[in-house]
T-cell receptor, first 114, second 115 residues
Framework: NAGVTQTPKFQVLKTGQSMTLQCAQD?????MYWYRQDPGMGLRLIYY???????DKGEVPNGYNVSRLNKREFSLRLESAAPSQTSVYFC?????????????FGDGTRLSIL | TQLLEQSPQFLSIQEGENLTVYCNSS?????LQWYRQEPGEGPVLLVT?????EVKKLKRLTFQFGDARKDSSLHITAAQPGDTGLYLC???????????????FGQGTILTVHP
């Protein structure tokens, strides 16, 4: 019963470094999402993938790129990390794209940019 | 852009008290979902309401979707320390709109229930 698995759980980067956050789901879900969570701001959508082979921008996409590697995996890349990207990042998946579909979340990656 | 205003942001109460959390918007949503999040974990779905005026009960938790599908409330009766956590509301985008397939989250309510 793994659900949504995110790696790594914690990471500290220096400004300008790059890294990729990994996400995999084992529920055969079609849609996957990347969010960031900052104090007092809830969850904000960075990118999403409605189905395998498609990706689209969310509310705060600047500074990020994504890859839907296959149906299971959806990665988030920071090409040149900035202190403003210090946050907790959550990956989620849902059976389909519909607004009524519940989303299943991983436990997050806590990222600090120095 | 759809926005959801959630209030209050913080709530600190004694065990046994009742409380209500509100989510309000000027936008119409296809559904309203409520999630609960504990420290170090991701949000977990509590309930989804989809019909205007719908009321759902989950033990001591009562969820209501506004008649116009623009607002929702979560009421907890006789709160217990185990209810402590971050509560998030999320509105589902409507089919045919730019927000279709996406959730808009409120800012969250941090609830602390003291024994």
């Amino acid at each position: 019963n793994a659900g949504v698995t995110q790696t790594p759980k914690f990471q500290v980067l220096k400004t300008g470094q790059s890294m990729t956050l990994q996400c995999a789901q084992d529920m055969n879900h079609n849609s996957m999402y990347w969010y960031r969570q900052d104090p007092g701001m809830g969850l904000r959508l960075i990118y999403y993938s409605a189905s395998e082979g498609t990706t689209d921008k969310g509310e705060v996409p600047n500074g990020y790129n994504v890859s839907r590697l296959n149906k299971r995996e959806f990665s988030l890349r920071l090409e040149s990390a900035a202190p403003s990207q210090t946050s907790v990042y959550f990956c989620a998946s849902s059976r389909s794209r519909g607004g009524n579909q519940p989303q299943h979340f991983g436990d997050g990656t806590r990222l600090s940019i120095l | 852009t759809q926005l959801l205003e959630q209030s209050p942001q913080f709530l600190s109460i004694q065990e046994g008290e009742n409380l209500t959390v509100y989510c309000n918007s000027s936008s119409v949503f296809s559904s309203l979902q409520w999630y609960r999040q504990e420290p170090g974990e991701g949000p977990v779905l509590l309930v989804t309401v989809v019909t205007g005026g719908e009321v759902k009960k989950l033990k001591r938790l009562t969820f209501q979707f506004g008649d116009a599908r623009k607002d929702s409330s979560l009421h907890i009766t006789a709160a217990q320390p185990g209810d402590t956590g971050l509560y998030l509301c999320a509105g589902g985008g409507n089919a045919g709109g730019t927000s279709y397939g996406k959730l808009t989250f409120g800012q969250g309510t941090i609830l602390t229930v003291h024994p």
